[in-house]
């Protein structure tokens, strides 16, 4: 076994969203909510919504891609492929397989890690273990969702809250100073049931009744899950701070999960941190859950919030009730980001073809996709029939 490296640092960044945009406005006319309500209680304003041709493997490749440019890397020089998500292409095959044939990687490892809106994290810390045991030297850890397919657009206690997105970092072994500094993560299964999705398991397969039953769609107790995360979130961060031996004080930027502005400022306060140096683009793409994280880390270094030797907290949480939290020092170029410019879903090798005759597209969405003004005005859908018309 090779010699394990001193340091593991994020040497590739990227993400990927959507272009196709569902606002506040757009919800008004599907449930009864106001965009008032919603941006007061949670911040959002809109999310992306994947379009037909595309999945959770799709946009997890194209943040994979531009995270392996941004290091200067090729796709071969990746040993290992982990994607976090809770929206898989399929059961099996895994995302992370797919993912390796559309970046062109023949040497990789690849499997999907099952931690929710906390896969990104668990997939980080996964990948740390890899490459500080000396068992690979670089990593790509994916965080994507296409959450849009597991929506109930009926329901506007949750349909408000949840967006389609990927984001991805590459790890790779150095000697040099900086890295991963603390890693905690924690599982409560007292909460398992206050956010999940009932069917499609071997628990519940489905079947006409659970279909019925709007079981295929996500379900969440609100307010509890809320209380539930302020209270990890800060218990998390604190452990991995301790681990980093590092003061909040000593932390450039926390990168929270952007499940609600409500719940991030609730994070801030219970930790006494200022808001300024906390990242926030909950308000352009709702909760994104795996790849809540990376893609916010994107947009953060891309804004310029974050250079060589600043130390980041990431921290994030979700169904299990699963937390995690990152304490580490970046050491990149944040102007490596170029190297990505023109990598997009042209560039990765998924042939869409294998969908039909099935639309994943939400037949709910379909006006806001035609452009129409309202569910009304929008033409019946004509294309392949949905899943969950
Ligand atoms: C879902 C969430 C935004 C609801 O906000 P809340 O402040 O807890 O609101 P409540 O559920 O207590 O409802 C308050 C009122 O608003 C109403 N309401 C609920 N959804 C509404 C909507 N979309 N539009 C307008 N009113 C709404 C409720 O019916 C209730 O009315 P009432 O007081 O007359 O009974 C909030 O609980 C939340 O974000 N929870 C965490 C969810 C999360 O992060 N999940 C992901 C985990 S990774």
Known sequence: MPRSPSGVHVTGWGAYAPSLKLTNAHLEQMVDTNDEWIVTRTGIRERRIAG????????????????IATAGLQPDDIDLIIVGTLTPDYPMPSTAALVKGAIGNKRAAAFDLGAACSGFIYGYATAHAYVAAGMAKNVLVIGAETLSRATDFTDRGTCLLFGDAA???VLSASDEPGGTMGIEMTTEPSGAYLIWLPAGGAARPSCDATLEAREHYMKMKGSETFKMAVRTLGSTSQASLAKAGLELEDIDLVVPHQANIRIIEGLAKSLGFPMERVFVNVDCYGNTSAASVPLALSEAVASGRVKQGDKLLLVAFGSGLTSGAITFE??????????????????????????????PFPPALEWVRSGAASPAAAQPPTRRESHNA
Request: glycine share 10%.
């Open 52 to 67: 037909p041709d595309e999945t959770t493997a799709s946009m997890a490749a194209v943040a994979g891609l531009r995270a």
């Open 167 to 169: 984001g991805a970092v």
């Open 330 to 359: 970046w050491t990149a170029d944040p102007a490596n980001a170029a190297r990505a410019d023109g990598i997009g879903p042209e560039s990765v090798k998924i042939a869409p073809g294998y969908l039909e005759p099935v639309n």
